[in-house]
Each structure stands twice: as C-alpha cells, then as structure tokens.
C-alpha cells in the first residue's frame, strides 16, 4: 500500500508514504493521505500524527507521467484536488502534525510539510517549488511559511532549493538531526506532545488555527487558478511532455541550491 498507517500504544500514529521510485504521488495518493488523516483526527485515542515517507526522499510532488498518460483532464483536476484535500487534511487535522523530512521536499511537499505544526529534518533534506519549469504554480503559499518572503520569492522564480539548516535558522524547522536518527526525533516530540492532556492539545490546535494570520486554503486555491490558465494555454502541457520526455517522475528538480531540472535519483 503506498500510504499506510498505525497508533502505538501511546496515541502517537504514523502515516507512511511509499510510492516508489521517488514518492512522486498519483491522484489516488493525495486523496489517501487525506483519508488517513482525516480518520486518525476522528480517532479519540490519537494524541498526535507523525507524517514520514520512506525511500530517496520524502516527496517529489505529483506524478506528471500518470497526468500526461490520461486524457482529457481528469488526471490534472484530480491531482490539483487531491492535492488541496491532502494540504487541507494536515492543516486541519484536529492534533497535531509532526513531520518528518528526509532528502527532497518538493512541490507537493512543500505544501504537506507547510501545513504541518511541527518538522523536523534531516541533514540531508531539502525544500523546493519547481513549478515553474513545470509550467505549474502552486505552494507558495506553503513555503511562505517556511521561508522569508523574499526568500520564497526568488526560490519560486529559480526553481532553487533550501536546506535543512536554513529552515533551522529560519525557525520553520525544529531539528535537523543525522539521517538516521529523523524516526526517533519524530517520536521524541510527538511523545512530549502526546504526553499532555489531549483535551488541551486538541483545543490548542482549533486555536492556533484560529489565529493564523494565513487562510492557507483560499491562499492555495487562488495559486491553483493560475496553474488552470497555464493548463488551457497549453504552457504546462508542453513543460511536463519535455519533464517526461526527459524521464521525470514528479514535479521535482532536485539538488541543492540548483536550477538544472535533474530528477531524484
């Protein structure tokens, strides 16, 4: 199963990402981690939510190739809807949601782990939006939450990336730790988090959503209507055949700091 799930004993649960070959998600993986989520949320015994991926790295964005083998349009509005459920999903879940990052965050991920109340990373991770050399826009919103906004600007415009330890200093990430070591920092915080009262955890949550300075999901819908003009442009169309073309996977342009458009490996 790409998208798994369990709750250990403590009320911490863990939602598991895998779909190789670099967690590029179809449309059916989106609207799964958005199901998962939304259930432990309703489960009165989960205290908090870790959010991890196992493999290269934590997540490349959709998969262009299933969007370029559908015809007509039901891959692209289902992986843009997807997409915003699973978002919505972690911002609303009613505990809180830790997550785990290991190598690239890209595209899709940056708006799982934007939404997220808590990240922690390892050394090797980074965080980028190549939606523009994929014809696409789209979790801005989410790096704006991750990064200063003139930083979030220009790594939209290049397509370059941030690292963990600059998340770190920006104060968006909460630890950076070896490789290694990322499942058991994850655990660490979500078991101080599970060890409070869960009646005040959960009120703590509603509140501090309640006070976002951020409307993330009309802030993202909004970046979604500028990815439909590109689509009916026929801009993204020719973007994602040249991304396939190339052996692409996700909306992903990998590798630290760069605007070269290479693909996890």
């Known amino acids: 199963m790409p998208v798994t799930s369990h709750v250990n004993e403590n009320g911490v649960a863990a939602v598991t990402v895998d779909c190789p070959p670099v967690n590029a998600l179809r449309v059916a993986d989106w609207y799964a981690i958005a199901d998962q989520l939304t259930s432990l949320g309703k489960d009165p015994d989960v205290r908090v939510v870790i959010l991890r991926a196992v493999g290269r790295g934590f997540n490349a964005g959709v998969d262009i190739k299933e969007m370029q083998a559908t015809e007509g349009f039901d891959a692209l509005i289902g992986a843009n809807r997807g997409c915003f459920a699973a978002f919505a999903a972690v911002y609303d879940c009613p505990v809180p949601v830790v997550a785990a990052v290991h190598g690239f965050c890209l595209g899709g991920g940056i708006g799982l782990v934007g939404n997220a109340d808590v990240i922690v990373a390892s050394e090797d991770a980074y965080f980028g939006l190549p939606e523009v050399d994929r014809g696409a826009l789209g979790a801005a919103t989410h790096l704006s939450r991750l990064v200063p906004q003139h930083k979030m600007r220009a790594m939209v415009y290049t397509s370059t990336t941030a690292t963990a330890a600059e998340l770190h200093a920006f104060g968006s990430v ?92």
């Open 174 to 265: 909460w630890n950076v730790v070896p490789r290694d070591n990322l499942d058991a920092a994850a655990e660490e915080v979500a078991g101080a988090i599970a060890a409070k009262s869960p009646a005040v955890i959960r009120a703590a949550k509603e509140s501090l959503n309640g006070i976002d300075p951020w409307d993330v999901k009309r802030s993202y819908r909004f970046e979604q209507g500028f990815t439909f003009e590109l689509n009916l442009s026929g801009v993204a169309d020719e973007h994602r055949d040249a991304f396939v073309a190339k052996g692409g996977a996700g909306t992903s342009a990998p590798g630290t700091n760069t605007t070269s458009g290479e693909r996890p490996l």
